[in-house]
């Protein structure tokens, strides 16, 4: 790793330097409560809360609460508030798949658009706290569906454009959702996703009363005679204004689901008020974002960085927020250098994975580009390479970009540790420091706190507004997976190294999550997939190091007996995975062997599978623990 420290760039002003950083440490200090409501202001409330947070770790059953008595609409705070000014400012530029063919929507369009969109909603009989799917591509109407919902008090559930019918199914009957709203076809990279299609598949395997189409091609697809419309042949007839329904800071406003080292995926709850405070009070320290910015997102919003910062953060903050709905190599692989030049870009955040892949094309793509408007790059997802991270700060940012890499997780609403572009010195791999109010630690396996410079599992001792608050109808599952590791303590799943410096390094997952580009995903489910086809006994999956995704699938598999493991059966059992999960969840390598180690209580031994994936071919630790040893032997030959 390297330590090199690089200073803020001299010429980089912000809102935010170190004397006012440390000022938000201290007041945290000082009274926490006072700095927690402190934040709440930045937003406009129905009702002020008068308390900050009401949470312990502890106990099972327990729950946590922020500003437990306040009251708010965040579309309100998302859009009715900027209107009597800032009507006519550009709140989303839409760049579509199409360089050049995409569009913008001012506030006050996109507040007509999210009344519009409500009242549909109510129509269709949509109330305060139904579920609400939204499958959707990355188009101005996808923000306005998620701020509907908001509006009326309904809890949305995106699911990412790439997820398959089966996953879409599985989440649909998991949170019981009235509606799904989606489009014909969504386009990327010049190849069309049948949207709807993939939506009537899953409502074969359990229907909703209501999906709402938005016509994003025309492709002509089918309709459902009393469950299915289109917007569109709606939009006219409905109102531009709908009355926001005043919200309970702690009512839930969205679910979204996210894989676990155990079982299908789980969802995550957000409620309104501290989700609200988070999102907006990290999008403004972190990104120092002003009125000329133009900021720029890459993610989805079927994952919460795009809940969080291409949506909910820009537009509490009354940013202007780019939608994108293509992919980082098409038309070529200076697609986001142009698009940057083009719009006008100053503020950038993306992933180590694209940033990875971008810069095994060559610095020419990144250079015919001008970049002059960059002022600020960030990253999220996974940890950073300190090269791809010097080629991002020299080549992208030319020198003169702070870089803001961001370590956060669906469960924590928005970003937890990070460099504040104006105050911290960076190194290039580090996220550098918990944000003011996030009380971070590293423990060992049995749970001491490690001080100083250390390695260890990096767990949180108390609770931040943006914190999610259960697991959606399993809140056991929920105290389960986080807090039942060290008792009293928020476990993040993640390993972490400290430095001298107090610098936090991620080291990645130490559970059984893969974060294959940025995107998590549990062996559980991906061996549930693979055990599904009727060749195979058995499978562990594990992560690997690979170049460009981070991390990427390792499948061992044990076959029914007689069967025969050949490169017909390997596509046979990708394709599987893609149909039950998604292509985000494909094993890149299938490994087909007679016996899978265990212990001789049956428990697989992954620590070994992982060490193999890896290509180490010695150095497996104490092995006496395995029913028949001589399965490590059989593994090494067969390996792919
Ligand atoms: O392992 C960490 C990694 O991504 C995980 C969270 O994934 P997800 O919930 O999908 O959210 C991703 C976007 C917030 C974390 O447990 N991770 C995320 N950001 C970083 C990171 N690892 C290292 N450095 C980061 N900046």
Redesign the pocket.
């Known amino acids: 790793m390297s330590a090199e420290t690089h200073p803020v760039p001299q010429d980089f002003r912000a809102r935010i330097g170190p004397d006012e950083l440390a000022a938000l440490r201290r007041a945290f200090d000082a009274d926490p409560d006072a700095f927690w409501l402190d934040q709440a202001q930045r937003l406009d409330w129905e009702k002020a809360p008068s308390q900050a947070g009401d949470w312990s770790f502890a106990e099972e059953g327990f729950a946590i609460r922020w500003y437990g008595d306040g009251q708010l609409n965040l579309s309100v705070n998302c859009l009715d508030r900027h209107l009597p000014a800032h009507g006519d400012r550009t709140a989303l530029i839409f760049e579509a798949d199409e360089p050049g063919t995409g569009r913008t929507v001012t506030y006050r369009e996109l507040y007509e658009e999210t009344c519009r969109f409500a009242n549909l909603l109510k129509q269709r009989g949509i109330a305060r706290g139904d579920r609400v799917m939204i499958y959707m591509p990355m188009i101005p109407e996808a923000a306005a569906a998620m701020l509907a919902c908001a509006r009326i008090g309904a809890i949305h559930s995106v699911v990412f454009g790439g997820f398959s019918p089966e996953s879409l199914a599985g989440r649909i009957k998991d949170c019981d959702a009235c509606c799904v709203i989606t489009a014909d076809e969504g386009v990327r990279g010049g190849k069309y996703i049948p949207l709807k299609r993939n939506v009537d598949t899953a409502l074969e395997m359990g229907d909703v009363p209501t999906v709402i189409v938005v016509k994003r091609t025309g492709e002509d697809v089918p309709m459902k005679h009393g469950r299915d419309i289109f917007y569109e042949d709606w939009r006219g007839a409905l109102a531009t204004d709908c009355a926001p329904e005043a919200m309970n800071a702690e009512d839930p406003l969205f679910i979204l689901y996210?894989s676990g080292s155990t079982g299908k995926p789980k969802g995550v709850v957000h409620t309104t008020g501290g989700y609200a405070v988070w999102a907006a009070t990290t999008f403004d320290w972190i990104f120092d974002c002003r009125e000329d910015d133009i900021f720029w997102c890459t993610?989805d919003i079927g994952?919460?960085?795009g809940h969080s910062y291409v949506v909910y953060g820009p537009l509490m903050n009354r940013a202007t927020s780019v939608m994108f709905d293509g992919v980082p190599n098409y038309p070529d692989f200076g697609r986001f250098w142009e698009t940057i030049d083009r719009l006008g870009v100053t503020i950038f955040y993306t992933a180590?994975t694209a940033i990875r892949a971008l810069e095994r094309e060559g610095d020419n793509w990144v250079t015919r580009h001008k970049r002059s408007s960059l002022r600020l790059l960030g990253?999220?997802?996974?940890?950073?390479n300190p090269d791809a991270w010097e080629w991002y700060w020299r080549v992208v940012g030319d020198g003169r970009c702070p870089v803001v890499?961001?370590?956060?997780?669906?469960?924590?609403g928005g970003?937890l540790?990070?460099p504040f572009p104006g105050a911290t010195p960076m190194k290039p791999g580090s996220?550098t420091q918990p944000l003011p109010g996030i009380t971070a630690e590293l423990v060992d396996a049995e749970g001491k706190t490690l001080d100083g410079a250390a390695s260890g599992n990096l767990v949180l001792t108390s609770s931040w507004p943006g914190q999610m608050r259960t697991v959606w109808g399993d809140h056991a599952r929920f105290f389960e997976t986080y807090f039942s590791t060290y008792r009293g303590k928020y476990f993040?799943?993640?390993g972490c190294r400290r430095d001298e410096d107090g610098y936090y390094w991620?080291t990645?997952?130490v559970d059984d999550?893969i974060?294959v580009s940025?995107?998590?995903i549990g062996s559980a489910e991906v061996e549930s997939a693979l055990v599904s086809h009727r060749k195979v006994a058995e499978a562990a999956v594990v992560g690997f190091p690979h170049d460009i995704k981070g991390q990427a699938i390792y499948a061992f598999v044990t076959l029914n007996a007689g069967e025969e493991g050949n490169d017909d059966l390997r596509k046979e059992l990708i394709q599987e995975v893609r149909h039950d999960i998604g292509a985000l969840a494909a094993p890149d390598k299938i490994h087909f062997t007679p016996a899978l180690p265990k212990t001789r209580s049956g428990k697989i031994m992954r620590r070994i599978l992982r060490k193999i994936a890896e290509g180490e071919t010695q150095g497996f630790g104490d092995t006496s623990t395995l029913a028949d040893p001589s399965v490590v032997d059989a593994l090494l030959t067969g390996r792919q």
């Open positions: 996210t993610a994952w919460i960085t180590p990253t999220v997802g996974e940890p950073i890499d961001t370590w956060w997780q669906t469960e924590t970003i540790i990070s996220a993040t799943g993640d991620i990645g997952r999550v974060n940025g995107h998590r």
